[in-house]
């Protein structure tokens, strides 16, 4: 996140964020239309009012996620990563209102794009370690997560709308 904010790529380092939050498919990410964004609202509980949500498989748009489930809904910036709101506040900003519901959040950001960031900055911090994708991302952060033991594997298979248990096993560290 910080090589792509060092150089420049402001929207990819939101998009990674976003992604390692609500576990995201990388394809999910570079998709994410600005109606599939659920923005904190003033007349929430205290608790919800500065969490922010993604719709994943909006089916106002025909879409469906990998497993053929609609309108499945990720909250985003959960205890520990409330900075996540921040960031998206941030980005609504740079985004102006001229963006229309219907616009990517990213819409500069393909999934080839992504692709190519990934292992254009992966080669020059691994080297020859070999590149990362975005894909990567997807599972570091479930990972992250139940290692320091802020969530459980059950939890991890729902956010991350894992179809079978042992999708969500591999995160398990021993």
Request: hydrophobic share 40%; charged share 25%.
């Amino acid at each position: 996140m910080v090589v792509f904010l060092k150089s420049g790529r402001v929207g990819a380092a939101i998009a990674l964020a976003i992604q390692l939050d609500a576990y995201l498919r990388p394809s999910e990410i570079c998709e994410l239309r600005w109606c599939s964004v659920v923005r904190p609202s003033a007349l929430s509980s205290r608790l919800a009012r500065a969490r922010w949500a993604v719709a994943i498989g909006n089916s106002d748009l025909g879409e469906t996620a990998k497993t053929g489930e609609s309108d499945d809904t990720v909250v985003l910036n959960l205890p520990g990563r409330e900075w996540i709101g921040s960031m998206l506040d941030t980005w609504v900003r740079r985004s102006g209102t001229n963006a229309s519901s219907d616009d990517f959040v990213f819409p500069s950001l393909t999934l080839a794009k992504y692709e190519a960031l990934f292992r254009k900055f992966s080669r020059s911090l691994l080297g020859k370690l070999g590149p990362l994708t975005p894909h990567v991302a997807r599972h570091s952060a479930p990972s992250h997560d139940v290692f320091v033991g802020s969530r459980s594997l059950a939890f991890l298979q729902k956010r991350g709308r894992w179809a079978h248990p042992k999708s969500v096993k591999r995160c398990e560290k021993s």
